[in-house]
Every structure is written in structure tokens, then in C-alpha cells.
């Protein structure tokens, strides 16, 4: 009996050694895990902090950018406005030049009581290609700025069958003075009304051209019936020339022949508004010298 109390008191205190043990254990891995979680909350926690940095160097970097482009822009803007300051300054040089390089003679009105000065003579003359002249053999000069719009005058004229020649372009003073001598000769008093023609002023000018066709002996009246007179009447204007003294005008006697260069701007207005060169103010005219070799 005390036997079987003792084996069972074994078992008691066996159990209860066992059940310590698996308590302890138990206990030690609880401890054990909780430690482990202790630091994984930890490493998430510093992952965290790490995420929120980055999240925020990010911003600021955001901000700094934000920063940059504005003053980029705000540089560029004030660039731009340096620039159109540059560009409007050099556009009133470029405008003062070109003034200043533009003749004020060649927009002038010229009467029978003004007349330019016989020392006058344009600044650049240039000679007017043969194929183009009623006499071939005489030399003719015309300014060299109007040049091109005369030569693409006669061109365009040709390319619709009108086959127009000058008979005279630049005379100076004494070429004038010559002329008008012979034909007092000639014609006696009558030679102002008859000596073709009265705006040598024009001509001094180097502006100025009298056309006729090969039909005709020389210049004539009978151009005006002429097709090349309606031509150049309706598209002279185009390349800048105009009639001086069309008929019935209260300044001299109509001269069909007689074309003079004022610029293309100034042509098409006094074209579009059915007006003649000489009723126009000298005012008004003037504001087209800036544009007198302007292409439009
Ligand atoms: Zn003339």
C-alpha cells in the first residue's frame, strides 16, 4: 500500500516536474516570440520613419523645383520684355536709316514755280539694259533703287503683248536745257507748249520714264488710244508707277507717256481712291517715302 503511494507520489511530482518544464518553456518562447515582434515593430517602425523622410525630402525637393521654374519663368518674362524693348529700339534705328537713306526729292511735288536745283543729280544712277529702249544706241539711266520695278514692269507688260519701250528716262539740268534750246529753234515761241514735256523736274529726279510702243515715231498723243496705254493704266500702279499729268488735270497738259516712280504703296492708294499724285498734299505724300522701294 505505501508501495503504491510512493509510485503515485513519483508520478505527482514527475507530472508536476513535467508540466514546470513545459510551463517554462511555454514562458520562454512567449518571451522569445514577443521579443521578436518587439523588434520587427521596431525595424517597421524605423521603415516608417524612413518612408516619411523620404516622403518629405521628396516634397521639398518638389518645392524647390517649384521654386526654380518660377524664377526661370519669371527671368524669362523679363528676358522677353528686354527683348521686344531691344527689338522696337532697333526698329526705330532701322526706321530712322531707312528713312534717312530714302531721298525726300523723289516725293516731291514739282510746278511750274518749283523746280529742283540744276546741281541736283540722284545718287545713284544705273543704265537701262538696251533690249528695253525705243533707241537702243542712246544711253538711258534710271535711279537704281526703281530700276528693278521698272525692268518687271516692261516684263509684265510683254508677257500680255504689250511691247513698251522708253523713249527717255534720267535727263539732267543741261540735258533739259539743250532739248528745250533746239526745239525753240524749231518751233519758235511755241516751244514751252510743244517741248515734250514739262515734267523734266521728274526726270532730273531719275524716277521717271517716257514709254512709247515701236509703232509710234516717238512720244504721242495718240498713245493714250494706244492698248499700252490702258495696259499701263491698269497695272503701272502695281509696280509703283503712276501717270504725273493725266488728262484733264489742273496742272499741265496731259502727258499719256510721261510715268513717274512713287512707290508701290503710294501708287495703289492714289489707284484704289481714283486720285492723282499732284492732289495729294505734300504731307500726305511724304508719308510714303519710308516705304518708297518697298516690294508692297
Ligand atoms: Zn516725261
Redesign the pocket.
Known amino acids: 500500500m505505501e508501495l503504491v503511494d510512493n509510485k503515485k507520489q513519483i508520478y505527482i511530482i514527475v507530472a508536476t516536474l513535467l508540466f514546470a518544464i513545459i510551463a517554462m518553456a511555454g514562458a520562454y518562447f512567449y518571451l522569445l516570440l514577443y521579443k521578436q515582434s518587439l523588434e520587427l515593430k521596431n525595424s517597421l517602425d524605423i521603415a516608417k520613419d524612413n518612408i516619411s523622410r523620404a516622403q518629405k525630402d521628396n516634397s521639398d525637393l518638389q518645392e524647390a523645383n517649384d521654386n526654380l521654374s518660377e524664377s526661370l519663368a519669371a527671368s524669362q518674362a523679363q528676358n522677353a520684355v528686354f527683348e521686344s524693348q531691344i527689338r522696337e529700339i532697333s526698329g526705330t534705328v532701322g526706321t530712322l536709316q531707312k528713312l534717312s537713306e530714302t531721298d525726300p526729292e523723289l516725293l516731291k511735288k514739282y510746278s511750274k514755280v518749283y523746280f529742283l536745283s540744276e546741281n541736283y543729280i540722284p545718287a545713284k544712277l544705273v543704265p537701262i539694259d538696251a533690249q528695253y529702249l525705243w533707241n537702243g544706241t542712246k544711253l538711258q539711266q534710271i535711279q537704281g533703287d526703281t530700276a528693278p520695278f521698272l525692268v518687271n514692269m516692261l516684263i509684265m507688260a510683254s508677257s500680255s503683248g504689250i511691247n513698251l519701250k522708253i523713249v527717255?528716262a534720267y535727263r539732267s539740268f543741261y540735258d533739259q536745257l539743250l532739248a528745250k534750246t533746239s526745239y525753240k529753234i524749231l518751233y519758235g515761241s511755241g516751244a514751252n507748249q510743244f517741248s515734250?514735256?514739262?515734267?523734266?523736274s521728274?526726270?532730273q529726279l531719275g524716277t521717271?520714264?517716257?514709254l512709247t510702243v515701236p509703232k509710234f515715231n516717238d512720244?504721242s498723243l495718240k498713245f493714250e488710244n494706244d492698248d499700252a496705254y490702258a495696259w499701263l493704266r491698269g497695272n503701272a500702279y502695281k509696280f509703283g508707277f503712276v501717270l504725273?499729268y493725266p488728262k484733264n488735270n489742273s496742272y499741265y497738259q496731259f502727258?499719256p507717256?510721261?510715268?513717274?516712280f512713287v512707290g508701290v504703296a503710294l501708287a495703289k492708294n492714289l489707284h484704289d481712291s481714283n486720285k492723282n499724285f499732284y492732289d495729294l498734299t505734300q504731307r500726305e505724300i511724304d508719308q510714303y517715302l519710308i516705304s518708297l522701294f518697298d516690294s508692297q
Do not use: C, F
Open positions: 527717255s515734250a514735256d514739262q515734267g523734266y521728274e526726270h521717271t520714264v517716257d512720244l504725273s502727258e507717256w510721261h510715268w513717274r
